[in-house]
């Protein structure tokens, strides 16, 4: 066995603070407003701009909610604020009171605030498929939270969609409604339940449907307005106000967004992808985590969509459970590539002597012995899993012929000898990248000349013709098919740029849609897998840091997060059982380690 150090921590703790809602509330321990700072136009967190190019870096304060970095933070002095909360529906009655069946031990907050508000947003109406919530738990998406007036006589109104554990009754176990709370006294005061007006949404909440809402003052009112975009409907409601000043005041949870809970579980799944485009010309914000027993499984995040003026996006996610680091017996001096079947997670590596190995870990986390291959690479075995078959394909050792071979599989686990190896036409002097669907196995290389070219083999082992794409790297291209699209993701020959592309499948080899410029530079190659509804993308930071982020089916990408420790090669990623694994050479050594 080989021993080595762990490549490093997460940090994931939160100063907390804990309101009581039947007596005036009082601050425990210091609030930490953490203020992100965004810079650049999608928003990545920990990436820093030097001449006009986002650099991933290092930041040892970084902190962690829900697996993901909040980014460069600078933290709001602690101040005495009092802590509202949005009431329950309970016994027949809306309350701030806990009441039967039973009581929730946690209440708990994830808010950002926002330095401006444009009081529009929109989003497509997510299901309640959250798990492990007890019957009488709430989950609430509070999307929009702003008040009028001034600090100490105000009118506070919440947008919220409340996902309920099956005791309150309601259809799809969700309530939706605009809440209108008195706080003549302001908001540094207990709030008495009968100053709090809940008022259900005029429209049928459709799981699938596109809605949007505005809030505006009209008539020296307050008007919550929301229109069914698909069912071609909408609704409104009109609300007096102390003034049509809009309160900022953080105290006030003004203007904000959130999502608060009445929890009993120490951990949730299935927690929807619920998504909000929010803002208007906004430039910065700050997060607040209060009250305790968060579940694992359940975050937030925010990002910004670009234009002029710019608008953000504004999410609830499940929250990617972010192991610690394993150290696996064996060396390499290079990058490992991982792929999955239904029941095994394969790890390819060269070996120090050159040659090509291969291990598998089934579903309970326990991993094979390393079996070694005939034949040397000196670059990083590709991998995928096809028709019932492990392909691997190697750069062969001091040569640019490229081979490849497969183990059969049986219910996902090798079943049989090795093929052997066959020589394919076409040179490369790098790795390979190799990517499969049900139908057909991908292989991207690039040419010597650095141009960048692909072709696939379908199920009977035949293979078509290279066919090339615009364009140069001095790396391995990354490949992964997603939403019936081939994607490539590659650094630019003669710098550290970062582009993505794709090709539609429909229409293969033809379809390419163009490079298009990805945030955030590498001095090495990426790595691309996909989930059902997800393309993840993953790369060494300029620092040697660990850094990925995903795009949804919409082609929205997140920002950049980063996971603890450094390397000095191209991570590797594959989406198995359900959970999304990274494994690594280890900086400075050739120790090799998997989380």
């Known amino acids: 066995m080989v021993s080595g150090r762990r490549i490093g921590g997460i940090d994931t703790s939160f100063k907390e603070v804990i309101g009581f809602l039947d007596q005036l509330r009082e601050v425990i321990s210091g609030i930490v407003l953490v203020l992100l700072t965004y810079s650049f136009a999608a928003g990545c967190p920990g990436i820093a701009i030097s001449n006009g190019h986002a650099a991933l870096s290092s930041d040892s304060s970084l902190m962690l909610r829900g697996g993901a970095p909040l980014g460069d933070t600078t933290h709001v002095p602690a101040k005495q604020v009092s802590v509202q909360s949005t009431p329950r529906f309970r016994n027949g009655a809306w309350s701030t009171e806990y009441a039967a069946p039973s009581t929730p031990p946690n209440h708990w907050w994830l808010i950002d605030y926002w330095n401006a508000w444009n009081y529009y947003g929109s989003f497509v109406a997510s299901g309640n498929t959250i798990t492990g919530l007890a019957s009488d738990d709430d989950v609430l998406i509070l999307p929009l939270n702003l008040a009028y007036g001034e600090s100490m006589n105000l009118e506070w109104f919440q947008f919220d969609i409340d996902f309920n554990g099956g005791s309150a009754g309601w259809q799809d176990n969700i309530w939706w409604g605009i809440w209108n709370v ?4 302001g908001c540094y005061v207990n709030i008495p339940p009968s100053n709090y007006h809940p008022h259900t949404i005029g429209l049928a909440y459709t799981i699938g449907h596109t809605y949007h809402y505005q809030g505006s003052i009209v008539s020296d009112m307050f008007r919550f307005q929301i229109w069914d975009d698909t069912a071609g409907t909408n609704w409104h409601m009109d609300f007096s106000v102390p003034s049509t000043q809009q309160v900022y005041d953080y105290s006030c949870f003004s203007p904000a967004s959130a999502v608060e809970g009445y929890t009993t579980p120490s951990s949730v799944g299935n927690v929807p992808y619920y998504q909000f485009t929010i803002g208007y010309d906004m430039t910065s914000f700050s997060f607040g985590q209060y009250g305790s027993g968060l579940p694992a499984g359940l975050s937030i995040n925010q ?8 608008t953000w996006h ?7 459970q972010i192991r610690s680091w394993s150290l696996l017996n064996g060396l390499t001096p290079d990058a490992s590539a991982l792929a999955a079947s239904s029941s095994e997670l394969f790890l390819a590596a060269r070996g120090m002597e050159n040659g090509i190995w291969y291990r598998s870990m089934n579903t309970g986390g326990s991993w094979s012995s390393w079996s070694g291959l005939s034949g040397f690479t000196d670059a990083r075995p590709a991998v995928a899993v096809f028709n019932s078959r492990l392909y691997l394909v190697c750069k062969e050792a001091s040569t640019s ?3 490849y071979g497969y183990y059969p599989l049986s ?8 093929s052997g190896w066959t020589m394919l036409d076409g040179p490369t002097p790098t790795a390979l990248g190799l990517a499969a669907d049900s139908s057909y196995l991908y292989l991207a290389a690039a040419a010597s000349d650095g141009s960048i070219w692909h072709r696939r083999m379908d199920t009977s082992g035949t293979w078509s013709a290279w066919v090339m794409v615009p364009g140069f790297t001095d790396v391995s291209p990354a490949i992964s098919v997603f939403q019936n699209r081939l994607y490539f993701a590659c650094k630019e020959a003669g710098s550290n740029n970062v582009w993505y592309g794709y090709m539609d499948l429909t229409s293969y080899p033809n379809g390419w849609s163009g490079w298009i410029f990805l945030s955030g530079p590498t001095p090495d190659a990426l790595t691309l897998t996909a989930s059902s509804d997800r393309l993840y993308v993953v790369a060494r930071g300029m620092e040697n840091g660990i850094w990925y982020q995903s795009m949804d089916t919409s082609g929205s990408w997140t920002d950049w997060s980063q996971i603890s420790g450094f390397t000095d090669v191209a991570p590797g990623i594959a989406i198995f059982n359900g959970e999304m694994y990274f494994v690594c050479k280890e900086a400075g050594t050739n120790n090799i380690w998997y989380i």
Do not use: K, T
């Open 182 to 185: 008195d706080a003549p006294s």
């Open 303 to 310: 990002g910004s969509l670009g234009g002029s003026p710019s």
């Open 314 to 320: 504004w999410e609830m996610l499940f929250a990617q």
């Open 401 to 403: 012929n490229i081979w």
């Open 411 to 418: 219910g996902g686990v090798v079943s049989g000898a090795f």
